[in-house]
């Protein structure tokens, strides 16, 4: 690797647990001595990194079983040799070994299907050895048709309530839901609320009817629910609590906006560009110009290495500590950390601009929030569709595929999501986690860290920016010096274009303004002449 002083190093090397913290014990990782356990959604972003915490952290584990389905004509096992390439993992690997990842066991199946899609032999293993359940599969596209929202959000957590039902040894099931689940509420508290429906009827309703037929009714069913995630995701916890109150050992975990990891295992890293990685990416390359906002407001957001360790934090405070009352935690930030869309947006915009900028940019990164949707959406027209169409008309006349026009009709989608909760706020009580916090010794804080307490923005956005680059946009490192020269180009055209506007338009008011100039002379010209013509005396 290139280590000239101008191109940031992405290796990553943990900080080693300090001497006098060897001592004590980590009671946290005891917990999952010799436990077999079964994760659903174990693919996605959160899964990953929950694995890679597991199998690093406790490599006792007996064995971690992962609902997979056959994917682009890839099988199961072939998944999980894909899922362990990712540099995620480098780390694991060479701390415990390769063979660490025999651990990791498929199963073939799919939460969208009765029964999770397995074979009965598979469906037996499971019931006569799986001691902890993390259910965590979901679709997280807010604007997914709503008969197949319910179908894997609810339905999918009605088949694993089943499953867990039959599990001889079950110790805990974890549900994975989100904080933004009960959007009606504005201060959100660390206990159960109703569903808006039964969620059994909503449910057999999306069995019976057509995909079609349900969208058309979907704004009368969503009622106050800005989108399908956020609706499936409160009818499933409807359930959840449902099973908990029968008797199942069952704790609600609801963690806010996921970002990528903050320190360990490999800070910056994530695997899709889902929420701020694609608005990140979008204002870096320079076609996201304008924003409907509070520039004010803030989001709740975390890191995924921290809701990581809260999520297997409160495992061993309900397996390992016997805490048996405190079954819904929030894993969120806001409580302590509020940073606002402005301080977001000018940090970003001057790491990508100055210091790691991503290849291509189509515009230098500027433009603004706005708190009028009116002067928003004339800012899309005249900033991202006039300039989209352009650039495309181009790109066709020069025998290639145009891209622009696509790529601001998915940016417009994004926005449409966007703007409902960057324009409206949230208050999230998280007691639980000052709970974990105060019974963990020295060792377990500082192994399982669930606070923000020496974070440094600037750092972790830097991290954010390089990974995107890295490992989204696979912009190797050794371009950044090329990056950084066109981001000097694009400046000066950003600022020879705002001259040319600027000059153009008092070009255009002069001309406008200049037959009214010509009017006001004449008129007064005229009124001068009259004025000052000599009076003559009066005959005598």
């Known amino acids: 690797m290139n280590n000239s002083k101008d191109i940031p190093e992405t290796n990553y090397k943990p900080i080693a647990l300090p001497e006098e913290l060897k001592s004590l014990p980590d009671r946290v990782s005891a917990c999952f001595v010799d436990k077999t356990i079964f994760i659903t959604g174990g693919s996605g972003f959160l899964g990953k990194v929950l694995i890679e915490k597991i199998l690093r952290k406790c490599p006792q584990v007996k064995k971690i079983y992962i609902l997979l389905r056959s994917k682009k004509g890839k099988e199961p096992r072939q998944r999980i040799e894909e899922i362990f390439s990712s540099p995620l993992f480098d780390m694991l690997k060479s701390t415990r070994g390769s063979d660490i990842i025999s651990r990791v066991v498929p199963i073939n199946g799919d939460v969208t299907l009765p029964g999770l899609g397995m074979s009965a032999v598979d469906r037996q293993t499971l019931c006569r050895e799986v001691e902890i359940v993390y259910h965590g599969a979901a679709t997280i596209r807010f604007d997914e048709p709503l ?163 809260g999520i297997i934090l409160s495992t061993w405070n309900y397996i390992g500590r016997g805490d048996k009352d405190r079954k819904i935690a929030h894993l969120t930030s806001s409580m302590e950390w509020q940073v606002s869309w402005q301080e977001i947006i000018d940090l970003g915009k001057e790491i990508v601009s100055e210091k790691i900028p991503l290849n291509g940019c189509v515009w230098y990164p500027g433009g603004s929030m706005k708190r009028s949707r009116l002067l928003h959406q004339i800012c899309v027209i005249l900033f991202h569709m006039i300039p989209a169409y352009f650039l495309d008309t181009i790109i066709f006349l020069s025998g290639n595929k145009p891209v622009l026009c696509r790529v601001q009709e998915r940016i417009n989608k994004g926005f449409e999501v966007f703007e409902y909760y960057a324009n409206n706020q949230w208050e999230f009580k998280n007691e639980h986690v000052h709970l974990l916090r105060k019974v963990m010794n020295k060792r377990e804080r500082f192994e399982y860290k669930v606070d923000g307490e020496d974070m440094d923005l600037r750092k972790y956005f830097e991290d954010c920016i390089l990974s995107t680059r890295l490992y989204i946009l696979k912009e190797m490192p050794d371009t950044l010096p090329a990056a950084r020269r066109h981001m000097r180009i694009m400046y000066w055209v950003d600022v020879f274009a705002k001259l040319l506007f600027f000059a153009l338009m008092f070009w255009y008011f002069a001309s406008w303004l200049e037959p009214l100039w010509s009017m006001s002379s004449s008129l007064f010209g005229r009124g001068a002449t009259s004025t000052s013509a000599p009076v003559s005396a009066p005959d005598l």
């Open 147 to 309: 008969r197949k929202a319910v179908l894997l959000n609810t339905r999918g957590t009605k088949f694993m309530l089943d499953l867990a039902q039959e599990l001889t040894k079950l110790q805990l099931f974890v549900h994975i839901s989100t904080s933004y689940c009960h959007l009606q509420e504005k201060v959100l508290y660390e206990k159960a609320y109703p569903p808006p429906t039964d969620p059994n009827k909503i449910i057999r309703a999306c069995e019976l009817l057509e995909e079609d037929l349900i969208e058309k009714i979907s704004k009368k069913i969503l009622g106050h629910f800005p989108n399908s995630y956020a609706y499936t995701k409160c009818l499933s916890e409807g359930l959840v609590v449902e099973a908990m109150e029968s008797g199942i050992p069952i704790i609600i975990l609801r963690p806010s906006i996921v970002i990528p990891i903050w320190i360990e295992p490999l800070p910056g890293w994530t695997d899709n560009i889902n929420g701020p990685t694609g608005l990140l990416i979008g204002a870096g390359k320079g076609v996201i110009r304008t924003m409907y906002c509070n520039n004010q407001g803030y989001a709740d957001y975390l890191p995924v290495d921290i809701a990581v360790n």
